[in-house]
DNA sequence: ATGGCGTTTGCAATGTTATAACGTTCTCAA
DNA sequence: TTGAGAACGTTATAACATTGCAAACGCCAT
């Protein structure tokens, strides 16, 4: 069960990124306060339950499914919440780059880059269930080109590499 | 509503490809005849559903879902299919790379080169639906690469480009 | 051919993920 | 303050996938 405990709500400065080898590791609540920064930036709405959502999911050390996420929201709440209520979110969030699905794990997870454009690739142990959010130049190079000899124009991006990460292979979980 | 057509029984001389910039350009036909060729190679067996699903994707235009495959098999069958009996036939198809599973369609298609062992991209076109199953090596390098410097032991890569094809631009089906 | 054994399929039920449709509330600017 | 669009609530259902158990099949050693 994915447990919340409400983030510090004050003086949290939020910091843009520009270590491209950084491994996500930033603290969630300056993270969750960038979001708000950004979505004021760009005239659209983190209401409570897009924020809720996007806390819950820094909260969670993996992946976490829409219906785990509503299990969550419902105890917070204290009231019935629906499915529509978190895709909705999830949505908004996906849509402001806040959010990323992992399509083949059906669950989402807080994108850690925002505020940079960037393609990522996700890597996912499927040991310890964790994702690992990746930014390569080089990959963007390789689609694109590609996609430029097939005279394709890309819109979306879904790249994700499932295997064993380092932690685990040493624990010998293969 | 997805059709089928009995395919040849006989002559088919199934040829492996070893070019990496064909489009997938193979005849059904031949296609089926090499997989029961990998088959009988491999000592698994391509059971008649098996086939009549590979074969049924084959004849499909578009990535096809398991309950459209299922709709296909009833009328063929002229007898009830339920969800198991397609899915377990997908597995194998997956498991023996002749299918691919579209995650972010939730959507299956023939693997065109089973008889490589490659990885492939997908591009496909959200306005006309279609897919298109790409070999790349730079591209197997740069994520053997990442993997290879955050000590990561890949199993399975999904890599997936939506956007719009060059029929579907020239058309302006933007 | 026959019996044994692992593989494959049939079948009913159920689980999981996601969206449609429609009504209400909220927000913010004119 | 009121009107328009955005966000949210609610009910229902669609779409996708798996579990568990039993029957049938295929293969092969006897």
């Known amino acids: 069960m994915l447990k919340y405990k409400p983030m510090a709500q ?25 979001a708000a920064l950004l979505c004021r930036e760009r005239g659209v709405q983190l209401t409570k339950l897009r924020q809720q959502i996007l806390e819950l999911l820094w909260q969670s050390e993996q992946p976490t499914g829409a219906y785990e996420l509503m299990e969550a929201l419902r105890h917070l709440e204290s009231r ?7 895709y909705r979110s999830l949505s908004f969030l996906i849509s402001q780059g806040l959010a990323i699905k992992i399509e083949s794990w059906n669950a989402y997870v807080p994108c850690v880059h925002p505020e940079r ?58």
């Open 10 to 34: 004050v003086s949290i400065q939020p910091k843009r990124c520009n270590d491209p080898g950084c491994r996500g590791k930033h603290a969630a609540a300056e993270r969750v306060a960038l």
């Open 80 to 86: 019935n919440v629906t499915p529509p209520t978190v």
């Open 117 to 174: 454009g960037h393609d990522h690739f996700l890597f996912l142990c499927s040991a310890c269930r964790s994702s690992v959010e990746v930014e390569d130049q080089r990959l963007s190079g390789v689609i694109s080109q590609a996609a430029g000899s097939m005279e394709f124009r890309p819109q979306r991006r879904v790249i994700e590499v499932e295997g064993i990460c380092k932690r685990c292979v040493s624990a010998g979980s293969i």
